[in-house]
Every structure is written in C-alpha cells, then in structure tokens.
C-alpha cells in the first residue's frame, strides 16, 4: 500500500493558476498509475486527470483539457496537477490516487489508495 500526501491546495481568483503536488511513500512508486480527483460539495467525486506509471498516458476530463496538466517525477515519488486558468466550477477538495493502471478510459475503481484531500477554492 501507498501512503500519498497532497500539498498546494488554496484561494485563488479566477484566470489564476495553481499547482498542487502529491508525495507518495513506499519504494514502488513507479509501479502505479496515478490521479487526481476532486469533489466539490454536493457532488460525486470526479476523475479530473491520470498519469500512468511511466508518464508516457495520461487523461483528462474534458472539463480541464488544455488547463490542466498532470506530470510525475518517479525519482522523487511526486505527482502534480498543474492547474491553469482556474474557474469557479473548479472549486473542490482534490485528492490524490493511486491505481494499478487502466484499461482504455482510466476509472475510478482503478485507484485504490487516497490521500487526504486539499481545499482549492477559485472565486469568481
């Protein structure tokens, strides 16, 4: 099991960027596939983006496509989401997942480890 803490959550305006990263323990880090997820209030948690365990995949919902990238650096057991021309529907808790993979479209039954999630608020 993989212990993944997320860091870099916070109050940004509209248009603003933020970028949030994700510390996993665990020597076999490079073995998992990796995501984001947020859940706003009221809502079902949402697969916003993957990384695949070599970083050569990767998804995006199509609400963050062209704003959001995902990267991992398996030297250093991270993986960030940088988020770009934020919008108020992007406010949530994200947290960070760890999976054995995916097959053709990454789901959120493929990630079976969590972090404990970060506030992002964007105000309009």
């Known amino acids: 099991q993989v212990q993944l803490v997320e860091s870099g959550g916070g109050l940004v305006q509209a248009g603003g960027s933020l970028r949030l990263s994700c510390a996993a323990s665990?020597?076999?880090?490079?073995?998992?596939?990796m995501g984001w997820f947020r859940q706003a209030p009221g809502k079902e948690r949402e697969l916003v983006a993957a990384?695949?365990?070599?970083?050569?995949?990767?998804y995006y919902v199509d609400s963050v496509k062209g704003r959001f990238t995902i990267s991992r650096d398996n030297a250093k057991n991270t993986v960030a989401l940088q988020m770009n021309s934020l919008k108020p529907e992007d406010t949530a808790v994200y947290y960070c997942?760890?999976?054995?993979?995916?097959?053709?479209?990454?789901?959120?039954?493929?990630?079976?480890?969590w972090g404990q999630g970060t506030q992002v608020t964007v105000s309009s």
């Open positions: 665990g020597r076999t880090f490079n073995s998992y596939a």
């Open positions: 997942a760890a999976g054995g993979g995916w097959g053709s479209t990454p789901q959120p039954s493929d990630f079976g480890s």
């Open positions: 990384i695949s365990w070599s970083g050569y995949s990767t």
